[in-house]
């Protein structure tokens, strides 16, 4: 009898920790995980890149030579997409983590697509408002409600530390995710503000800041080329990405510093391309001036620029400085 008894609270053990998993497992959600079959894109450095990448960011200091970039404040990926099976790389501090600011956007928008594909989220005329105003306007209050809809977490007062665990948990959800796919030496887990995070907000960020969002320009510059060779996405999600990054340097404006006119598309504005194509996500605040673009041109070009700048946010010629070196160092190569 004693054994049976035994037996029969070890059995409701299991059955109540089971239950209790499972309960877990509810509250923490559907997991964003990658298209079926997936690999990691073949990503090899090219020496002939790197001499264009190093001689375009040696030409912009020239150029801008008032502008003095210290160590940990300047950072930048080339790829070449023109072969889609062996993507060539050039970097310069391309693995230096740097607070993105809404270069992150990006992140959530591919982290998005994927849950929608997988029908774990379902598109809503609100939801598809949220992600264009994210994308094409960068909106910080679309991106708090996006990635309350990725991680299934929410703004609020702070939480006692087994509550805010399993908060924290569920909100590190987009990390998971592109860590599963080789994405290092990320953190994309934070709202993006105009002003400040309170609260819980705060809480996951650590108070003083030591869990903010920061990515690297190798990272960023392999989601954008995964993203444009539709390897995040199928053909619909891809289309859906692309359109929301495209930005025409040449259409009418009244403010000449947003994504399509006062980044990589200056550079495209200052030497008349306009027969080429850009698709981006910029990133500004009164600190980081960042971009994330991919350029198309007419005679064969098709590659991925990353740039992040730290502490001159105000200095408007660096990125398409670099970018001009690089469209001329590539025409020289071909």
Known sequence: MKRLLNFGLCLGLLCSLSVFAAAQRTAVGPEIVPPRGYKPPVISDSPELELILDASIKAMRAKHSPVVFKAGELSATLLDLRDPQNIRRA??????????????????????????????????????????????????????????????????AELPQKEFDLWQY????????????????????????????????????????????????????????????????GPKGTEKMMELMKRDPFAATTDNDDQ????????????????????????????????AAFIETVDGQKFVLVVFTENHANEKGPIPTIASGVIDGLRKEK
């Open 91 to 156: 970097q310069f501090n391309g693995e230096l983590r740097l607070y993105p600011a809404s270069v992150v956007k990006m992140y959530y928008m591919a982290a998005l697509e994927r849950q929608l594909e997988d029908g774990k989220v379902a598109m809503t005329p609100e939801l598809a408002r949220g992600l264009k105003d994210m994308i094409v306007d960068s909106s910080n209050e679309a991106t708090q409600y996006i990635l309350d809809v990725l991680t299934g977490t929410s703004s609020g």
């Open 170 to 233: 569920k909100r590190n959800r987009v990390n998971r995710y592109f860590s599963s796919m080789g994405y290092t030496n990320i953190n994309a887990n934070q709202k993006t503000f105009c002003e400040d995070a309170y609260g819980i907000e705060q809480q996951s960020r650590k108070y003083k800041g030591e869990n903010r969002n920061m990515l690297t320009t190798n990272a960023t510059a392999r989601l954008m080329a995964e993203i444009v060779l539709g390897r995040i996405a």
């Open 260 to 291: 399509a006119h006062g980044f990589t598309g200056k550079m495209m504005i200052d030497r008349k391309m306009t027969d080429a194509l850009l698709w981006s996500k910029a990133g500004w605040t009164s600190k980081s001036r960042h971009d």
